[in-house]
């Protein structure tokens, strides 16, 4: 597939542009987060956890989460999930 050559943009094209880019990488990351949580409850519920289990799987999670940033964003700041 042949590039298609680079536009330049700016003023009010180029906001309506970002603000495009940025709904559509929230609406993937709503996406990708629910289907997270439909495993997770999936998970849940096919093998009885516990409400302490359940959340024990949510932390561990959540700490995944939190690695995969850093690993793919070294130098970003971030608030640290298990303090």
Known sequence: MPNKPMRS???EPLLAALKQA???T??????VFHSKLDRL????????LSGIEAAE???QEA???QNEKT????NARHNR???
């Open 26 to 31: 929230k609406s993937g990351l709503y996406d």
């Open 22 to 24: 940025k709904e559509e």
């Open 9 to 11: 943009l700016s003023g």
């Open 63 to 65: 700490i995944k989460m």
């Open 71 to 74: 690993r793919l964003m070294p």
């Open 41 to 48: 409850a999936n998970h849940i519920r096919s093998n009885h």
């Open 57 to 59: 799987l949510l932390h």
């Open 81 to 83: 999930l298990c303090q």
